[in-house]
């Protein structure tokens, strides 16, 4: 069971980004019918939000788009930038609804931004204090690291958690508006979808990834 776990733990990230890599590789050959690149698709979204403010920024890589709430910035990659794919589309529109989440103060994304300082240093932190902690298991010192650390790790877990919401969330935004504003056609929506969809699915996996990872720590601890 415990090598089974650790199977699962491993190769279902790895599942899920070669999943979402081939979706969009799959609809980014299929062009949108109004021939919007993406680039113009986000300037339109993010008007029609009241977020004329919001600018739009090419950056290089593949699939490195993000929001920049600091910068008040969408930013496209070389993949998604100037292209008409519905592929394209979907993953600008989906960072135009995180900007709108942070217009919009959504919950969620608040509690994330809040705890993403924290959560950093927990994440870099966790794994030497574990090992430190094993090494001076025999001491008091060292049962206190072991489960500081595995502490910290849960932070990170529960960030993860508190992620998922904001990025199904935006998926659901960039489809309805999609949609709604008949940016795409209505055969086109279901592509930009599934592309979307297999995107969510990497956050789910490397959830469950972490959450299988903290059993395996907590069980570690107690067998001490």
């Known amino acids: 069971m415990a090598i089974f776990l650790v199977l699962v733990m491993l190769l279902l990230p790895l599942i899920a980004q070669i ?33 004329s403010y919001v600018g739009i920024e090419h950056i290089k890589g593949n699939l490195s788009d993000h929001y920049d709430p600091k910068a008040n910035v969408v930013r496209l990659s070389d993949s998604c930038y100037g292209n008409t794919s519905v592929a394209a589309i979907g993953v ?17 994304i608040v509690i994330r931004s809040k705890i993403v300082p924290a959560v950093s240093i927990c994440s870099n932190l966790w794994y030497f204090l574990f090992i430190i902690g094993l090494l001076f298991s025999q001491m008091t010192i060292g049962t206190n690291l072991i489960y500081i650390s595995i502490a910290m790790f849960a932070a990170v877990v529960l960030f993860q958690l508190v992620t998922l919401p904001c990025e199904f969330n935006a998926s659901d935004r960039a489809l ?5 504003d008949g940016i795409l056609e209505m ?31 907590l069980a570690a601890a107690r067998r001490r």
Request: glycine content about 4%; some cysteine; proline content about 2%.
């Open 92 to 108: 600008a529109a989906h960072e135009c609804g995180h900007a709108c989440q942070h217009a919009e103060n959504y919950t969620p």
């Open 19 to 51: 999943n979402v890599k081939c979706t969009f590789s799959k609809y980014s050959s299929v062009s949108n019918s109004r021939g919007l690149t993406a680039d113009e698709v986000a300037r339109r979204i993010l008007d029609a939000n009241g977020l």
């Open 187 to 217: 055969d086109e929506v279901p592509k930009a979808k599934k592309v979307l969809t297999a995107a969510a699915l990497t956050y789910v996996a490397a959830l469950i990834s972490s959450i299988i990872q903290l059993l395996r720590l």
């Open 176 to 180: 309805k508006t999609l949609e709604r």
